[in-house]
């Protein structure tokens, strides 16, 4: 009986099935019947990309026999990229000779891997200033582009295998040019230049409090003169003439990359610059040494667009631009249509400026051009912020891609996109307008994308945090994906402000990712125009825009889901927060009179360049309470200000509304600007550029209480950095102390940040305590100091306190009271403790509850070891009466009645404010069960 062959079955597979250079191929064969003296082989013809071939024989070996059949191995290979390999299966029995068929694959990687850099700074100038001197408010344009726009391109010239995007957005490109070309300074760097003999009082102050703004343990520790001077000020020691030109230099020094510390570097214009020998000398700098310093940071700013022209022109880097001043493009077509979901967010008065998003992107079309020679074929909208109704905005401007992320696919189309599946995400698209246009769309992975961003950092092994990267590609999505010559993922995030975290500025990493990439046969790397032209030289098969995908209904959200929110992208962090409407109703009344007065960009130009620079996100980002940094007010006074120029620029005087501050008064606790005293209203953050926790009270008797801090800022911040923010405090408090314990992995336990120390900071006006009632039993939760006034923690902003009428006090008095007196009933008999402070419910004149107050009740009684459980008839029955007690007390704080649950140790938390998204006990992105929510949840105890 002649024998039948089979292979590339279920049950005789080829593996790999697709495979790589360098790799060998295992066959399984099955033939039929068993029979004695049957054998197998291939013969095998390669066909090399420069046409040549090869040709090859190779026996099979019996394996094992399964019911009536046989399976065969046979092994071959390996192979190199771009080989096209063809083998016939035959075989022999006694009956006589078979052919099991002819089989091909084509040698390639399994994944095409995108990775763009987003480089970005918005407007620091003030737009009214009448010489570049010292128009610039903030440094980060000119320290970035030391540390990292330049280095971030040019060590890609040691690894030519790399393909990569560079994002270079046009606002940073104008501020750069402004710095290299029209003699722009900012306030450090005016600084920097005067002589420290000549700083006057209030400059020195100034210079002390900021020429520290850099990475602790990257930055400032590991350059010994720079620590010494961190410690004199942590320790309030007077400082010299001398001291103050060494922290002039070591402030700027710490910024340059460490190709510019430790040697010369060759620039593309030339120039060779280097500050090494500032670096060795390491103290005693003259004035004139520090002005050659900062000449050299002029020629490094000089050549950032060269580096990258030389590249693109290369064929190694994409520039790719964003439109103009960075705006949210979504929220300029249409706030109405914004997407916003966190709890007590509203939309503000309609902004509708369709025309004003078509402009920010065309322009940013036009200024690429002029600088690169060509138009951009590709576009990072703003925070990867996108939406149906902006698609035809890029194809109009002749753009070819554009990018966002992931969960904005998962939310697009009517019943939205499967992103775990690596064959839905790892592809380009086809997003389409009504008229028929179209761009590529490409959807970020936002893991991969954090760990470089956030977690790598921490691990001293650059190597193995690379490998790692590499491996989760393969693992995640090259040995998943179908089509792997079709299939393609896209890492995007900030290229600037991550590395400063990193040991040596990232170098290490980059050089270690970088040579991992280039060497793995499985991953090719490549610019998104690339994949989509397609680039025989490299093996990269095109892939028009009409055979892509089209996606449906694309989503209008950014790559970030708000803080606070509901699961899922959206547009939260710019708008649906009082200081962000407040934003935005300034920004339409301003852009209304430009309308009403006629103005026109060929007429009022400056006009309309300071309105789009107010159109920009980074504003937006700042206000509100879902993020924070320690120039919240710098931020405030920069939006109000363009507002201001537009007015003057179309012969207006400014309204007095843009004299008044959208963020309200915070003061700032840091290591360098420590602050001495603060008045009881007051709301004090304690920032440190370390993680860690915050341990405080409020009186020397007081318990300790112990805080996370939280990080500042998210990806917009310059420099890593943590907080928490306290108060404002009770009318008696006279003194807050408080310790930082530093978490940094990096920490040495040495390190200024390390130690521990005490601080106090003094209350002035504070009152006398007033007499305070008995309270029931139970563990202290509220210390003697702290519980005159029943704060937890400040969740919005300061507002007037309204006291309450003397009738509502006493009527309302009773209704609190008779909630109490059930409550104590229900202590009574089923012997629980409880800890709600009747004589300081606010319902005296003196002591009204504050809008913006955290009022935390608190309930419990024994569960053993046990947290509190769903259907407990007792938990229930305690909420019962904290609700009737909550619900007593909110009317005069003008709030609606909201209500949260979180479970602490064997406490319930009755939180009036958050619901449902309590930190503790409602974790809604929690894996650990079907419904998203921790074993120990009471969401079922939630009152409706």
Same mark, same amino acid.
């Given at each position: 009986?002649?024998?039948?062959?089979?292979?590339?079955?279920?049950?005789?597979?080829?593996?790999?099935?697709?495979?790589?250079?360098?790799?060998?191929?295992?066959?399984?064969?099955?033939?039929?019947?068993?029979?004695?003296?049957?054998?197998?082989?291939?013969?095998?013809?390669?066909?090399?990309?420069?046409?040549?071939?090869?040709?090859?024989?190779?026996?099979?070996?019996?394996?094992?026999?399964?019911?009536?059949?046989?399976?065969?191995?046979?092994?071959?290979?390996?192979?190199?990229?771009?080989?096209?390999?063809?083998?016939?299966?035959?075989?022999?029995?006694?009956?006589?000779?078979?052919?099991?068929?002819?089989?091909?694959?084509?040698?390639?990687?399994?994944?095409?891997?995108?990775?763009?850099?987003?480089?970005?700074?918005?407007?620091?100038?003030?737009?009214?200033?009448?010489?570049?001197?010292?128009?610039?408010?903030?440094?980060?344009?000119?320290?970035?582009?030391?540390?990292?726009?330049?280095?971030?391109?040019?060590?890609?010239?040691?690894?030519?295998?790399?393909?990569?995007?560079?994002?270079?957005?046009?606002?940073?490109?104008?501020?750069?040019?402004?710095?290299?070309?029209?003699?722009?300074?900012?306030?450090?760097?005016?600084?920097?230049?005067?002589?420290?003999?000549?700083?006057?009082?209030?400059?020195?102050?100034?210079?002390?409090?900021?020429?520290?703004?850099?990475?602790?343990?990257?930055?400032?520790?590991?350059?010994?003169?720079?620590?010494?001077?961190?410690?004199?000020?942590?320790?309030?020691?007077?400082?010299?003439?001398?001291?103050?030109?060494?922290?002039?230099?070591?402030?700027?020094?710490?910024?340059?990359?460490?190709?510019?510390?430790?040697?010369?570097?060759?620039?593309?214009?030339?120039?060779?610059?280097?500050?090494?020998?500032?670096?060795?000398?390491?103290?005693?700098?003259?004035?004139?040494?520090?002005?050659?310093?900062?000449?050299?940071?002029?020629?490094?700013?000089?050549?950032?667009?060269?580096?990258?022209?030389?590249?693109?022109?290369?064929?190694?880097?994409?520039?790719?631009?964003?439109?103009?001043?960075?705006?949210?493009?979504?929220?300029?077509?249409?706030?109405?249509?914004?997407?916003?979901?966190?709890?007590?967010?509203?939309?503000?008065?309609?902004?509708?400026?369709?025309?004003?998003?078509?402009?920010?992107?065309?322009?940013?079309?036009?200024?690429?051009?002029?600088?690169?020679?060509?138009?951009?074929?590709?576009?990072?909208?703003?925070?990867?912020?996108?939406?149906?109704?902006?698609?035809?905005?890029?194809?109009?401007?002749?753009?070819?891609?554009?990018?966002?992320?992931?969960?904005?696919?998962?939310?697009?189309?009517?019943?939205?996109?499967?992103?775990?599946?690596?064959?839905?995400?790892?592809?380009?698209?086809?997003?389409?307008?009504?008229?028929?246009?179209?761009?590529?769309?490409?959807?970020?992975?936002?893991?991969?994308?954090?760990?470089?961003?956030?977690?790598?950092?921490?691990?001293?092994?650059?190597?193995?945090?690379?490998?790692?990267?590499?491996?989760?590609?393969?693992?995640?999505?090259?040995?998943?994906?179908?089509?792997?010559?079709?299939?393609?993922?896209?890492?995007?995030? #900030?290229?600037?402000?991550?590395?400063? $975290?990193? !040991?040596?500025?990232? *170098?290490?990493?980059?050089? @270690? =990712? %970088?040579? /991992?990439?280039?060497?793995?046969?499985?991953?090719?790397?490549?610019?998104?125009?690339?994949?989509?032209?397609?680039?025989?030289?490299?093996?990269?098969?095109?892939?028009?825009?009409?055979?892509?995908?089209?996606?449906?209904?694309?989503?209008?959200?950014?790559?970030?889901?708000?803080?606070?929110?509901?699961?899922?992208?959206?547009?939260?962090?710019?708008?649906?927060?009082?200081?962000?409407?407040?934003?935005?109703?300034?920004?339409?009344?301003?852009? #209304?009179?430009?309308?009403?007065?006629? $103005?026109? !960009?060929?007429?009022? *130009?400056?006009?309309?360049? @300071? =309105? %789009?620079? /107010?159109?920009?996100?980074?504003?937006?980002?700042?206000?509100?309470?879902?993020?924070?940094?320690?120039?919240?007010?710098?931020?405030?006074?920069?939006?109000?200000?363009?507002?201001?120029?537009?007015?003057?620029?179309?012969?207006?005087?400014?309204?007095?509304?843009?004299?008044?501050?959208?963020?309200?008064?915070?003061?700032?606790?840091?290591?360098?600007?420590?602050?001495?005293?603060?008045?009881?209203?007051?709301?004090?953050?304690?920032?440190?550029?370390?993680?860690?926790?915050?341990?405080?009270?409020?009186?020397?008797?007081?318990?300790?209480?112990?805080?996370?801090?939280?990080? /500042?800022?998210?990806?917009?911040?310059?420099?890593?950095?943590?907080?928490?923010?306290?108060?404002?405090?009770?009318?008696?408090?006279?003194?807050?102390?408080?310790?930082?314990?530093?978490?940094?992995?990096?920490?040495?336990?040495?390190?200024?940040?390390?130690?521990?120390?005490?601080?106090?900071?003094?209350?002035?006006?504070?009152?006398?305590?007033?007499?305070?009632?008995?309270?029931?039993?139970?563990?202290?939760?509220?210390?003697?100091?702290?519980?005159?006034?029943?704060?937890?923690?400040?969740?919005?902003?300061?507002?007037?306190?309204?006291?309450?009428?003397?009738?509502?006090?006493?009527?309302?008095?009773?209704?609190?009271?008779?909630?109490?007196?059930?409550?104590?009933?229900?202590?009574?008999?089923?012997?629980?403790?409880?800890?709600?402070?009747?004589?300081?419910?606010?319902?005296?004149?003196?002591?009204?509850?504050?809008?913006?107050?955290?009022?935390?009740?608190?309930?419990?009684?024994?569960?053993?070891?046990?947290?509190?459980?769903?259907?407990?008839?007792?938990?229930?029955?305690?909420?019962?009466?904290?609700?009737?007690?909550?619900?007593?007390?909110?009317?005069?704080?003008?709030?609606?009645?909201?209500?949260?649950?979180?479970?602490?140790?064997?406490?319930?938390?009755?939180?009036?404010?958050?619901?449902?998204?309590?930190?503790?006990?409602?974790?809604?992105?929690?894996?650990?069960?079907?419904?998203?929510?921790?074993?120990?949840?009471?969401?079922?105890?939630?009152?409706?």
């Amino acid at each position: 009986m002649t024998m039948v062959i089979w292979h590339l079955t279920p049950d005789t597979p080829r593996f790999p099935f697709f495979v790589s250079a360098g790799q060998n191929v295992n066959l399984q064969v099955g033939t039929w019947p068993i029979e004695a003296g049957q054998r197998i082989w291939i013969d095998y013809r390669v066909e090399h990309p420069d046409r040549t071939e090869d040709a090859g024989h190779v026996e099979g070996t019996w394996n094992v026999n399964r019911k009536a059949n046989s399976y065969w191995f046979l092994n071959f290979g390996t192979f190199a990229d771009g080989d096209r390999v063809e083998y016939r299966l035959r075989g022999s029995s006694p009956a006589g000779a078979s052919d099991g068929g002819t089989f091909s694959f084509l040698v390639a990687p399994k994944i095409h891997l995108a990775i763009l850099w987003h480089q970005h700074q918005p407007v620091y100038k003030d737009l009214q200033a009448k010489r570049p001197q010292g128009s610039y408010r903030f440094p980060w344009v000119r320290l970035h582009a030391i540390r990292d726009y330049y280095a971030m391109a040019a060590l890609l010239e040691q690894h030519p295998e790399v393909h990569l995007t560079i994002n270079l957005t046009p606002v940073l490109l104008q501020q750069l040019e402004d710095y290299a070309e029209r003699g722009a300074t900012d306030r450090a760097l005016e600084l920097t230049l005067t002589p420290a003999a000549r700083l006057s009082a209030a400059q020195r102050e100034e210079l002390l409090a900021t020429f520290y703004e850099a990475e602790w343990h990257t930055q400032i520790f590991p350059w010994p003169r720079y620590r010494a001077l961190f410690e004199q000020r942590q320790n309030s020691r007077s400082f010299t003439v001398q001291d103050l030109a060494d922290l002039q230099m070591w402030f700027n020094l710490s910024w340059f990359g460490p190709e510019f510390q430790e040697g010369p570097v060759a620039l593309p214009d030339g120039e060779v610059a280097s500050v090494a020998s500032f670096v060795t000398q390491g103290s005693e700098y003259s004035s004139d040494q520090i002005a050659q310093m900062v000449g050299e940071q002029l020629k490094i700013m000089r050549n950032v667009v060269a580096i990258h022209r030389r590249l693109q022109d290369r064929g190694q880097i994409e520039i790719s631009t964003t439109p103009f001043y960075h705006p949210i493009l979504p929220l300029l077509v249409d706030t109405d249509q914004a997407t916003i979901d966190r709890e007590g967010a509203t939309h503000p008065r309609r902004f509708h400026r369709p025309e004003d998003a078509k402009a920010q992107v065309q322009q940013a079309v036009t200024f690429y051009e002029e600088r690169f020679g060509h138009p951009p074929a590709g576009m990072w909208p703003a925070e990867g912020a996108v939406g149906q109704s902006v698609v035809s905005l890029f194809a109009e401007a002749g753009l070819h891609w554009i990018a966002t992320d992931r969960g904005v696919l998962e939310r697009s189309g009517r019943y939205g996109y499967n992103i775990q599946d690596p064959n839905v995400l790892c592809r380009a698209y086809r997003a389409e307008d009504e008229a028929g246009r179209a761009v590529a769309i490409f959807f970020r992975d936002t893991v991969l994308s954090d760990k470089i961003g956030f977690h790598y950092q921490y691990n001293s092994d650059p190597r193995q945090v690379a490998e790692e990267f590499v491996r989760e590609v393969k693992v995640r999505f090259a040995w998943q994906v179908k089509d792997p010559p079709n299939r393609i993922v896209s890492v995007i995030l #900030d290229g600037e402000n991550a590395w400063g $975290a990193y !040991p040596h500025q990232a *170098r290490p990493f980059l050089h @270690a =990712l %970088y040579t /991992a990439l280039a060497a793995d046969p499985e991953i090719r790397t490549v610019t998104f125009r690339e994949y989509l032209e397609g680039r025989a030289a490299r093996r990269v098969p095109p892939h028009p825009l009409p055979e892509l995908t089209k996606v449906h209904e694309l989503f209008r959200a950014s790559w970030i889901d708000e803080s606070g929110s509901k699961p899922g992208n959206d547009l939260g962090t710019w708008i649906g927060e009082a200081e962000e409407n407040q934003a935005w109703d300034l920004l339409r009344e301003t852009r #209304d009179l430009v309308d009403r007065v006629k $103005a026109n !960009p060929e007429r009022h *130009r400056k006009a309309f360049d @300071a =309105l %789009y620079a /107010a159109e920009g996100s980074d504003w937006f980002w700042w206000f509100g309470e879902d993020q924070a940094s320690d120039s919240d007010a710098e931020f405030d006074d920069l939006f109000r200000d363009h507002l201001k120029t537009v007015y003057r620029a179309i012969g207006r005087n400014p309204p007095v509304t843009l004299d008044q501050s959208i963020v309200p008064h915070t003061l700032i606790w840091t290591f360098v600007r420590p602050l001495t005293s603060i008045r009881p209203e007051d709301r004090l953050t304690i920032r440190t550029n370390c993680p860690g926790r915050v341990s405080w009270r409020t009186e020397p008797d007081d318990q300790w209480r112990t805080l996370e801090m939280i990080p /500042a800022g998210g990806v917009m911040a310059a420099i890593h950095r943590y907080g928490v923010t306290l108060g404002p405090f009770a009318p008696a408090t006279r003194q807050i102390e408080f310790r930082f314990q530093c978490a940094h992995p990096a920490c040495c336990g040495t390190d200024p940040c390390c130690r521990f120390e005490l601080r106090r900071i003094e209350v002035t006006g504070a009152q006398a305590p007033r007499g305070r009632s008995g309270r029931s039993g139970g563990r202290a939760r509220q210390s003697a100091s702290t519980a005159e006034w029943p704060v937890s923690k400040v969740l919005e902003k300061n507002s007037e306190r309204q006291p309450v009428p003397q009738d509502e006090q006493q009527r309302e008095q009773a209704t609190g009271t008779a909630a109490m007196a059930g409550l104590n009933a229900f202590v009574r008999e089923h012997r629980v403790c409880w800890e709600v402070l009747p004589e300081l419910l606010p319902v005296s004149e003196t002591q009204p509850l504050q809008i913006g107050f955290n009022l935390e009740l608190y309930g419990a009684h024994a569960h053993g070891t046990e947290p509190p459980r769903p259907g407990c008839g007792q938990c229930r029955t305690i909420l019962g009466h904290l609700r009737e007690i909550a619900e007593w007390i909110l009317p005069k704080a003008g709030r609606p009645s909201r209500y949260d649950l979180s479970v602490s140790d064997n406490v319930i938390l009755y939180d009036p404010v958050r619901r449902n998204r309590s930190e503790d006990g409602h974790d809604q992105d929690s894996p650990s069960s079907p419904t998203g929510c921790p074993s120990g949840c009471l969401r079922s105890l939630l009152p409706p």
